[in-house]
């Protein structure tokens, strides 16, 4: 076995070098090809920082888009022709911290390109050539699903309207089960490389879990003002967050064993009042159907002023509690710089980059799982 290893690793650096002597001869894009290469290559560690760095500067916004188009057109190439874990890893890191830490206009060409299929796709990718290659090629599969960046404006949820809660937040909701669900498994777990890469993926857990507690705040806010229709998908997407939250502590008590993750300021989880998703509850059955709230609204604002103020509904005192309980994430929160994690940056895009639409058969197993409990997060 320890022959046939490093046999596999001799010939994995060959073909690196030939790539790379090939690029030098024949590409266009010769520096980018190279840096590519380099950082995704066969041996066993993260990508090295000088060849991220070169692939960040060759799709930057100082140069051409076809260069930009280039490149991911490159990385897709490589992603799709490789059957060795480490070069498959690797490339996902690229593309991610790309994503993350470079400029916007590799998002939108990544975008622009996923309408003619999702170069993260890697469904049929498997490297049997160890025990460790089968359980790591196995967690890169899933890694392609948490894609960074791919559901829009994470950091705006507390400035959404109504509609854009009611249809992104459970599209959030999604993009976080599916985080939840990459844990790697055997002798992935203790892999370098691969807890590198998961603590990527620990990271973008964390805003997305904070980008939905904002949101839920601002729906909390709204709620008592909906029509049925609404507040019955909102308090189904209530519900939801209480379930991920109790999923999310076991995902993070899972990974507080990794060696990369010690340092980490992993998220408070806290319950709401026991009592508010009973009221939110007693509003459904009593909520006016479409149409009536506005109707409502209008009769109000025709109403003379009263000289005395009436006494804050039981609802609002309510949904005041639940706010204190959530808003301390806030207040706290100053995430601590690290040197792979960079500013999420927002983009209006709409694509289905991550194929949202695909079922991923351990998120879908987490999501079945009924826990209540909603949460609050002081971000790391």
């Known amino acids: 076995m320890g022959t046939f290893t490093s046999l596999r690793k001799a010939y994995g650096a060959l073909k690196d070098t030939t790539k790379v002597g090939l690029a030098k ?5 010769k520096e980018l090809d190279i840096a590519i290469v380099k950082a995704t290559n066969h041996v066993e560690c993260p990508p090295k920082e000088r060849h991220v760095r070169k692939i960040f500067s060759a799709t930057s916004a100082m140069r051409p ?17 490789t059957r060795n874990w480490i070069v498959a890893i690797k490339t996902l890191v690229v593309i991610h911290r790309t994503m993350r830490e470079g400029d916007p206009t590799f998002r939108e060409e990544l975008l622009n390109y996923s309408h003619r299929g999702n170069i993260l796709q890697i469904s049929n990718f498997k490297d049997d050539s160890s025990p460790l290659a089968w359980d790591c090629s196995a967690w890169a599969e899933r890694l392609t699903k948490t894609s960074p960046g791919a559901t829009k ?57 904070c ?21 019955v998908k909102a308090l189904n997407t209530y519900k939801r967050a209480g379930q991920q939250a109790e999923c999310l502590a076991e995902f993070y008590d899972y990974c ?19 009592t508010f998703l009973a009221t939110m509850e007693e509003y459904v ?30 609802e609002q005192v309510e949904k005041a509690d639940f706010e204190e309980t959530l808003i301390d994430m806030e207040e706290e929160a100053k995430p601590e710089e690290e040197e792979v994690e960079p500013p999420l940056v927002s983009t209006d895009a709409t694509g289905d980059l991550l194929g949202l639409n695909e079922i991923n058969p351990k998120a879908a197993e987490l999501e079945e799982s009924k826990c209540i409990g909603t949460c609050n997060c002081s971000t790391w």
């Open 25 to 29: 001869v024949n590409s266009e894009y």
């Open 65 to 81: 888009r076809a260069d930009v188009a280039y490149c991911i057109h490159a990385l897709a190439r490589r992603l799709a022709k």
């Open 153 to 209: 404006v994470h950091s705006k949820t507390r400035l959404w309207n109504r509609e854009d809660l009611l249809e992104q937040l459970p599209a959030l909701q999604q993009l976080l089960y599916r985080l939840i669900g990459c844990q790697p498994e055997g002798g992935a777990y203790t892999n370098y490389l691969v807890q590198y890469a998961l603590a990527l993926v620990l990271k973008e857990s964390f805003k997305i879990y």
């Open 211 to 231: 980008a939905i507690n904002d949101g839920i705040i601002n729906l909390v806010e709204m709620f008592f003002e909906m029509s049925k229709h609404d507040a």
């Open 256 to 274: 507080k064993g990794l060696e990369l993750a010690r340092n980490f300021q992993f998220p408070t989880l806290r319950q709401p009042p026991p």
């Open 285 to 314: 059955k009593e909520a006016p159907q479409s149409g009536s709230v506005l109707k409502k609204l209008e009769y109000r604002e025709r109403e003379p002023e009263k000289p005395e103020e009436p006494s804050e509904p039981a």
